[in-house]
């Protein structure tokens, strides 16, 4: 599956939009593990503010404890790629972070 990195310094913010879950096999339902570290994976959806507007994405994280992070609040991502999947008959994006925590507040 083909990864494209998103540059999230086109973002003005991004800001915590729901609790962090633990992801879960669509199927199944067993907790996700991730392919490439062997951590598990957490979810959460962000709010992107862009100057063309906000968009909201759900991205997951893979993480040995689930981020801490609260609803509105202001955050840094790193790592983030958007793969591409055939869903039915479109295609849509799920994204992935190499890590998502607390942006440091501006001096």
């Not at 609260?70 to 849509?92: E, P």
């Amino acid at each position: 599956m083909q990864t494209i990195p998103v540059d999230t310094q086109s973002f003005t913010n991004i800001l915590v939009n729901s609790e962090v879950r633990a992801a879960t096999d669509f199927d199944t339902k067993a907790p996700t593990i991730d392919k490439e570290t062997s951590l598990p994976v957490f979810s959460v959806e962000l709010a992107a503010f862009t100057p063309e507007g906000i968009q909201t994405i759900n991205v997951k994280v893979p993480s040995a404890q689930a981020p801490t992070l609260t609803v509105g609040q202001a955050v840094k991502v790193t790592g983030l790629v958007a793969r591409a999947y055939k869903s039915g008959d479109r295609v849509a994006y799920s994204f992935k972070a190499r890590s998502i925590e607390a942006a440091k507040a501006a001096n």
